[in-house]
Every structure is written in C-alpha cells, then in structure tokens.
C-alpha cells in the first residue's frame, strides 16, 4: 500500500512553515518533521540527509526508527515511544546507522508542535551526530572496566580465561560489536581461542573464509609488537577476496592489540567497530592504556605464581617442601578414590649420610642432597610427585597402581639410581637408601597415619640385615610393637 505523506497545513497557527523551512535549511543539526499520527516523516533539512546519508527522498513517508536498523534492543527506544504516545518531549542518545550500513552516536531531541487550539499537528526532531563524545565516554568506560577487573586478582584464572573476561567489559560498552581473542606463535601459527558481541556470528564468515588468509593487521601485530589498525578495514588491499561480505557484517574498523607474556607477543586482542574511522589519536591512547594494564597484570600474575611456586619448593633440591606436602597428599588421595586405583606411598632414607656430614662437611652433605633430588625427580613416572621432608629424608608418592606387583621393578629402578656415584671436589660418594611403602586405600588411613606407616616400614628396613632385606618393607601393623 502506498505511503500517504501527509501535507503541510500553512493554516497551522503554531508556526509558519515557510519561516520553519527556512531556519531549518541553513542549521548544521539535522532537522526532521513527523506528522503527530502516524509518525511519518514529511521533511527533512539538508544536514539531516548529510549526517544519515540518505537522500531526501528516501526518507520522506518512512518513521525514523528505520535508522535503528536491526539496533532495536535500545532503552531509549521505549521511552521515545512512550514520549510519542503522549506528546512529551524526549532527549537522549542512540545508536543510529547511516546508509551505507556505519554506526553514529545520535543525540536526538523531540519536541511536539501545537495548534493554536492546543492540537497536536507535528513531532520536530533535533539530531545531532555525537560520535566522537559518545566515543570518547565509551572508551573511559571500559578502561575503568578492565581496571576494576583485574584489580580483583583474577591469578586463579588461566590467561586465556583473563582475556576473554577482558572482551567482555569492551563488548560491554557497546563501542565494538567483536572482539576476540587468539594465541599468536607466527606468521602461519595464528589460533583463535574465543570471541563474543553481537557481531560474533560473522567471524566464521570473514575468519573462516579461506580467500582471506591469515589476519593482516594480527601478523603485522605480532611482527612489531605495536597496535595494528585499519579505519576503513573491508578497503584493505589484502581484504578485497572477502570484501562485499567485511561490508556486509560491517566490519568497517578494526584494531589488533598484541600482548606480551613471558618475553614475547603471545596473544592478540582484535576489535571490530561498525564505525569507521574509530582509530584517532585519542582512541589509540585509550588502547595502549589497555595493552599496558593487561602486560602489567600477567606480570604481577606471573610473579605472584613464582612466589607460590618458591614456597612449596625445598631450596636445595628444587623438590616439593614439607610444607606443601600436605595439600598435594591430600588431592593425591582423593584422586586416588575417584579413579578406584591404588598409590604408593614410599618413604625412602639415605643410609650413612651423617657420616658424610660429618667427614666432608655440610658442603659435601649438601651436594649429595642436590644430585639426588635430580635423580629422583628424572626417574618418577609421569604424574608422580617426590617430596623432600627434610635432612635426607624423602616421599615418593607414586599414583595410578594397578597392583603391588609393579612396585619391586620401580623400588629397584630407584635405588639403582640412588646407589650411582656422586662426585664432589675429588671425593666419590656412593650412598643407599632405605625403603618402606604404605597402599592407599589398602591401608586406609588419614595424611598423617599413612605418613607413619611408611616411615614405620622404612625403619624396619634400615634395621634389616642388607643382604637379606629386600628392596623395600611392605608396612605391617605388626612392626608398630617392634620399633
């Protein structure tokens, strides 16, 4: 059904027409009249078609709200409607989005226009393209964002984990309609992790797409460890294969922030506007702020994480110390549960290092504490944890066991590395060890009984005859009497 625009009515005693058209003409706000009914637009002044660029006959006959596009979820929608219905005024911002499909911030004013008789005739609205302001807001709203962010500590959380909460708050101001994140290694070794905003659906498109190649602007990135961005992005010499579909999803702007961890640019930020030309100086800025807080803060992480590292670790042989031992028995045990396995838990004592000690001195003593740490920790198994208790005394807990059988082979493998020669100055140690082993949950005892009963088992093969010993002491409650 063709749209009927409704007529001027020079009758109206509100205002002249031909004075308003004239006025309105030479404003550098755009200016649009709407008829009180239907709300359909019957003019529009020269800056109104600059700013949206339509020209005036495609916007004659149609209700303003077609610049809202498919941006409907906007609060200010509802209180406009809500102003119309009873003929109020209404100011406030929008999202708006020119012809060619680009995003621009627009503060709008609404105004009823009376008859003399107190009819209402006319809706005229004011708008005023506030994109940059509104920017400039946006973009001190997610510094201040991913400030508070990572403010909370988030150390717990894996880097990958960090950075995908980190696009959530720029998603959040709704400046960007992507942004994603990807682990960088090279040139050709580019692995996209996440991404998230209302334009996510459209990165398999453009990503995807196997004309478009590696992203440009994240090579570059990753290449100078500087902000790569592009204004008019779908324009790029090496974009033209995925063009018409960049314009489709408008991807009009678009920005990589490189980030280093560890000594290098192992992740890249990339944004995504439907504005063009969101890249000024000022933007810039706001994006290395945002590069700097994300390196500062796996930087504090990194060295947060040293320091628990450091704690748990015994100085001198680089093993895990007494006091992380408990919690690491603990998880130990309750894995050991869930899997319905079995682990053993093998106290193991250097025999005659006291002699050492006190022959050769603490220096002697400690270099043989040394090379056994590294001995034992290249001879345990994949996912099992050696623990230095203190003086020459050790834990090996060994997970996973299918049966008691596997133990003699591994007692052995051990002990033949123990009994290897270790060289200091020009004195050649060989030292012994002695083994006791406790089966969890064959012996079903807390952290602290399993811990004495090994150590019980170990003491019984110290005091064993050598020849005749064994490998090692399976715990019997019987030898608790015996001690």
Not at 228 to 256: C, L
Not at 269 to 282: H, K, M, N, Q
Not at 357 to 363: I, L, P, Q, T
Request: contains cysteine; proline residues 4%; glycine residues 8%.
């Amino acid at each position: 059904m063709e749209t009927v625009i409704p007529p001027y009515r020079e009758n109206d005693s509100a205002f002249e027409i031909g004075f308003f058209k004239k006025i309105a003409e030479g404003a550098p706000v755009g200016i649009i009249l709407a008829d009180s009914e239907n709300h359909l637009i019957v003019y529009a002044n020269p800056a109104f078609t600059k700013i949206t660029g339509y020209e005036e006959k495609e916007i004659l006959g149609r209700n303003c709200n077609f610049l809202q596009g498919g941006d409907k979820n906007q609060k200010e929608i509802s209180e406009i409607r809500s102003a119309l219905s009873v003929g109020v005024a209404f100011h406030g911002v929008l999202r708006n989005y020119r012809k060619n499909g680009s995003l621009f911030y627009n503060e709008l004013n609404i105004a009823p226009v009376r008859n003399a008789d107190g009819s209402l005739q006319y809706f005229v609205g004011y708008q005023q393209d506030v994109t940059q302001e509104k920017r400039r807001t946006l973009f001190l709203e997610i510094l201040i964002g991913i400030g508070e962010l990572l403010n909370e500590m988030l150390f717990e959380k894996s880097n990958e984990h960090v950075l995908e909460l980190v696009n959530e708050e720029i998603i959040r101001a709704k400046l960007f309609h992507i942004a994603s994140v990807c682990e960088v290694a090279g040139e050709t070794d580019i692995r996209y992790l996440s991404a998230t905003g209302p334009g996510v659906s459209s990165v398999p498109e453009v990503c995807g797409n196997p004309a478009a190649g590696p992203c440009p602007l994240t090579v570059r990135a990753w290449q100078t460890n500087e902000i790569v961005f592009d204004n008019h992005y779908p324009d790029h010499p090496e974009r033209v294969a995925i063009r018409d579909v960049m314009i489709e999803q408008k991807w009009y702007s678009a920005v990589v922030l490189p980030i280093v961890h560890a000594g290098r640019v192992s992740y890249a930020l990339g944004l995504v506007s439907a504005l063009y030309g969101v890249f000024d100086p000022e933007a810039l800025q706001s994006l290395r702020r945002i590069k700097t807080m994300i390196e500062d803060f796996f930087s504090r992480k990194a060295e947060f994480l040293s320091r628990i590292e450091l704690s748990r670790k015994d100085p001198m042989t680089g093993l895990i110390n007494r006091m992380a031992f408990g919690s690491i028995f603990s998880e130990v045990l309750s894995r050991t549960r869930q899997k319905g396995s079995l682990t053993a838990i093998v106290y193991v004592d250097i025999d005659g290092f006291k002699q050492i000690n006190d022959n050769y001195g603490h220096e002697a003593g400690d270099q043989v504490l040394k090379v056994l740490g590294e001995r034992l920790r290249h001879v345990l198994r994949t996912g099992d944890t050696a623990v230095r208790l203190g003086g020459d005394e050790f834990l090996l807990l060994l997970e996973g066991l299918s049966g008691l059988s596997e133990m003699d082979p591994f007692i052995e493998r051990v002990s033949r590395t123990i009994e290897m020669p270790i060289f200091w100055k020009e004195v050649e140690f060989v030292v012994q060890a002695s083994f006791g082993v406790t089966i969890f949950p064959k012996d079903s005892g807390d952290v602290d009984s399993l811990l004495h009963h090994a150590d019980q088992a170990m003491y019984t093969h110290k005091r064993s005859d050598r020849k005749i010993r064994g490998a090692y002491v399976l715990y019997n409650p019987a030898d608790e009497s015996s001690r």
